[in-house]
């Protein structure tokens, strides 16, 4: 992976909250933006339970008295990961509504799903580690509160829903919030899919989407 520099203004706050310590804001910004891959990577691949500390520090070049002195634990590492990750999702879709074109409700889904899967900007480590926060870490054994990646996928959906239905193009008589947090599981579900090795063709899955989609909620 591109060891992309870590927004310093998001750290900042991070040490604010507890999640990371003022030591690891002061380090070089390629070595906490390898940190953070390093994470992404072995998060995605072994899970929170699975990753060993003595594998991150290796990875990463630092000792292991140096991750304590960076995080309070393998939690807050956890934490920090998803963090950084949900900072970076939600950049990239703000980018990816800014370069809409589309009117119609089903060209903007189109769009969006396309935007997330054929043109995603997301390497393999980090699709991982997209189905780890979104699927898997329910499974672990921490339990982080207040953290929704998937809110980012949700509001942009139920927006353009919403708009389908005062422009009627969408049922009127559904509930427009439950239209928008369904439609925005099948396209969740479908992103997942398309990031195991079970993925589909992506033509059969760009016309199931909007059969599946359409078909039931058009006006």
Known sequence: MVAI?????????????????????????????????VAIKLFG??????????????????????????FPSKTHLLEFTILVFDDYLGKWVAEIKAAETAVLARDR????YQALVVNSKLFRDEEKFFLFITSAMN?????????????HIFDHVSEVIERGAQTGEIRGDFDVDLTGYLVSLVIEGLVRRQFTADRLHR????????SFLFDGIKA
């Open 45 to 70: 691949e072994y899970g929170y339970d699975g990753l060993a500390i003595d594998q991150l520090c290796d990875e990463s070049g630092i000792s292991k008295g140096s991750f304590f002195q960076y």
């Open 139 to 151: 499974h672990s054994a921490v339990v982080l509160e207040g953290i929704d990646p998937q809110r």
């Open 203 to 210: 033509k059969e899955t760009e016309e199931y989407l909007i």
């Open 5 to 37: 520099p870590l927004d310093e203004n998001l750290i900042s706050e991070l040490v604010g909250r507890g999640v990371v310590t003022d030591t690891f804001r002061r380090l070089g910004s390629d070595k906490k933006s390898r940190i953070y891959r």
């Open 109 to 112: 889904i189109m769009y969006f």
